[in-house]
């Protein structure tokens, strides 16, 4: 979940950059919410929420939530590229400054957009991750693990940070990872406001929300504050995690 600041502007730049549909809404009376996803999206693939506040506020980015990243076919990154530059995208990292392996660029709010090479048969601009970072390595790989049964999938240490890549045990190509930055320099991040949460689905909400009781998760809100429709813990960051029922 992302927060912006004009939906209809946003709604326009993912339609139109990312081919996205609009898969639902809800209308509070002090916000909405939209779920977008690509053409053909997969069905273990992760769905974008755009919540808008009614009171026409601002934000602050922070630097504890890194990006999210979408999915091109292999060798076609620069011709994806291109083709958002053709469109009127600011060009933010272009795939020559980052080594020809992806590229970002931002939508109307400031929200980094990593584009990242994968399978051709995975759904085209389908989200492949999203990055958050965290201050220690062990206890955010423990959580994910221990927690929400999480694997971990992939590793990319560099001399000064490491990338730790986690998903559902079983999951597909499609499914969503999350990507754990953690910098070697033991710095310190601002969660900021415009950042809102990662969702995880469950089977069944309450079953799902006693396991993470019995495993010491913190009971940030759980589902009767929240209506049985959904329920929300912290990592040991404080980055929001929901607990949404599928």
Known sequence: ML?????????EWYQTHLDYEETGR?????????????????DEGAKLELT????????EMGDAWGHIAVRVPEGELESYYDQLMDEGVDDYR????????????????GHEIEVVQRDPDLPTWGIDHTMIRVADADEA????????????????????FANYFMKPEG????????????????????MG??????????????DYW????????????????????????KDQDGHEIEVLEA
Not at 3 to 11: C, F, G, I, P
Not at 26 to 42: K, S
Not at 54 to 59: F, V
């Open 52 to 59: 808008y506040n009614h009171d026409d506020r601002t934000y």
């Open 141 to 160: 790989l423990g959580f994910w693990t221990r927690k929400f049964g999480y694997e971990h999938t992939g590793r990319w240490e560099s001399d000064t």
């Open 193 to 206: 406001d415009a950042w809102g949460h990662l969702c995880v689905r469950a089977d069944d909400l309450h």
């Open 26 to 42: 809800w209308e509070a009376d002090t916000f909405t919410n939209v779920y977008l996803g690509p053409e053909g999206m997969h």
């Open 94 to 109: 272009d795939p020559a400054s980052c080594g020809g392996r992806y590229a970002f660029v931002k939508d109307p709010d």
């Open 210 to 233: 006693a396991t993470l009781m019995e495993r010491d998760a913190e009971e940030y809100r759980d589902p009767a504050a929240c209506d049985d429709r959904y329920a929300f813990t």
């Open 3 to 11: 927060r912006v600041e004009d939906l209809d502007e946003s709604l």
């Open 171 to 190: 999951a597909s190509k499609a499914a969503m990872a999350v990507e754990l930055t953690y910098n070697y320099d033991g710095r310190s991040y601002t």
